[in-house]
């Protein structure tokens, strides 16, 4: 009866706010658990920084730089191998997100992996999904619609393979006013 224990850490630069989770895997006879043992979020707004021709603006760099610097202080005594960090919408669209990727990767100290939309789709889904009571035997069967600053992520489960897109909302959407949103057929 071994048991393991390893810190992880996840790094999510969301297009809103960025968010850091470090947590405790524990292995005990093939069994793996994990703890959340710290989380930080810090209100960047990247999104709300991509101008007109999708460059993403100094003031919202210098924000995003400063938290991910911060929880870079956090994240020291770490290894390349225990921290995922992503990038989403904002620094997917985004004209320069190649310099300000080479930036933001200084400050943290970890490579940043810039994710497409389905790849989003899924990693929301995933941690909605582990936080969710599951009933004995029975698979969860649910539709996840999480609206983002400028993304709206859709997940399916059933029976049949999953389906997962990530659709462009404008970022100047009225949330009073109805909006179609259409994604391709499957």
């Known amino acids: ?11 999510d630069m969301g297009s809103s706010s960025f968010r850091m989770i470090v947590a405790r895997v524990e292995e005990l006879n093939g069994q793996s658990q994990i703890y959340i043992i710290d989380t930080l979020r810090e209100p960047v707004r990247l999104g709300a920084g991509l101008n007109a021709q999708k460059y993403l603006d100094d003031a919202s760099q210098e924000r995003a730089l400063g938290a991910l610097s911060r929880f870079g202080e956090r994240l ?40 497409s939309g389905v790849e989003e789709a899924r990693l929301v889904y995933c ?4 936080q969710l009571p599951i009933g004995q035997g029975k698979r969860l069967r649910s539709i996840l619609v999480v609206a983002l600053l400028n993304s709206l992520s859709v997940r399916t489960t059933s029976p049949r393979p999953w389906r997962a897109c990530t659709l462009a909302v404008p970022a100047r959407h009225n949330s009073t006013s109805p909006m179609a949103v259409s994604a391709p057929a499957p």
């Open 1 to 11: 009866m071994s048991k393991q224990r390893q810190l992880i850490a996840a790094v």
């Open 76 to 115: 020291r005594s770490f290894k390349p191998g225990e921290v995922r960090a992503v990038a989403t919408n904002a620094v997917r669209v985004a004209r320069n997100a190649v310099e300000f990727i080479g930036k933001a990767e200084a400050a943290l100290g970890f490579p940043i992996d810039v994710i």
């Open 127 to 130: 941690g909605v999904a582990h």
